[in-house]
């Protein structure tokens, strides 16, 4: 499918446990970014990548992992899951800053830590 | 740290009415975008104002950008139930690729 996906929809896990949620992109685009949305704070950034192989840390960095070996894949991972992890993870994408600003995202992804 | 204030937080009108949406900053921001996003959905962009004192429309919808641009706003004309949503303003700080977002205001609009 043409356009930005993300897997899975939705996920419950456990306290403690590895997660990784998963982000393509079938336009090239070189930027990437993965966000949370939680009431009242809006879209806070997570991670973003430039290119394949550079990341970068964002506003909400912490027991989050990233990576970027290809362009079209960046998968966010959750190294030992958290309650105030639960949230809606959006990865997004775009083209060179100088191309314009617009970003497009995905549909998200439900997660909930029990 | 940059900030985007976005008032009001909620809204819920009658069809018909009209209604503001603020976004505020003390910061500049080189350009200055407008999501709406549904329920289950990623947000999708309505509009990028980029030269302070701007405006622009999209049918009902009027944005604006602020002359020494670290504000905006969103005024909608006769609401419609359609128009439900949530809706986010973005500023990117400079050409780095990022953007900043305000909290959202979820609109209701009832039929």
């Known amino acids: 499918d043409a356009g930005i996906t993300q897997s899975p929809r939705y996920k419950i896990t456990e306290t403690g446990r590895q997660v990784t949620l998963m982000c393509h992109q079938t336009?090239?685009?070189?930027?990437m970014f993965w966000y949370r949305q939680d009431l009242g704070h809006g879209l806070r950034l997570i991670y973003y990548?430039?290119?394949?192989?550079?990341?970068d840390k964002g506003e909400v960095p912490d027991g989050y992992v990233v990576s970027r070996s290809k362009t079209e894949n960046f998968p966010l991972t959750l190294e030992s899951a958290t309650r105030s992890q639960t949230s809606v993870y959006f990865c997004?994408?775009?083209?060179?800053?100088?191309?314009?600003?617009?970003?497009?995202f995905g549909p998200g992804t439900r997660l909930t830590v029990l | 740290t940059q900030l985007l204030e976005q008032s009001p937080q909620f809204l819920s009108i009658q069809e018909g009415e009209n209604l503001t949406v603020y976004c505020n900053s003390s910061?500049?921001?080189?350009?200055l975008q407008w999501y709406r996003q549904e329920p289950g959905e990623g947000p999708v962009l309505l509009v990028t104002?980029?030269?302070?004192?701007e405006v622009k429309k999209l049918k009902r919808l009027t944005f604006q950008f602020g002359d020494a641009r670290k504000d905006s706003s969103l005024h909608i004309t006769a609401a419609q139930p359609g128009d439900t949503g949530l809706y986010l303003c973005?500023?990117?700080?400079?050409?780095?690729?990022?953007?900043?977002f305000g909290q959202g205001t979820t609109l209701q609009v009832k039929p």
């Open positions: 997004a994408s775009r083209e060179d800053p100088r191309a314009g600003n617009e970003q497009f």
């Open positions: 336009w090239s685009h070189s930027y």
């Open positions: 990548s430039a290119a394949a192989d550079i990341t």
């Open positions: 910061s500049v921001f080189s350009s």
């Open positions: 104002v980029v030269t302070g004192g």
């Open positions: 973005a500023g990117a700080p400079s050409n780095t690729g990022k953007l900043i």
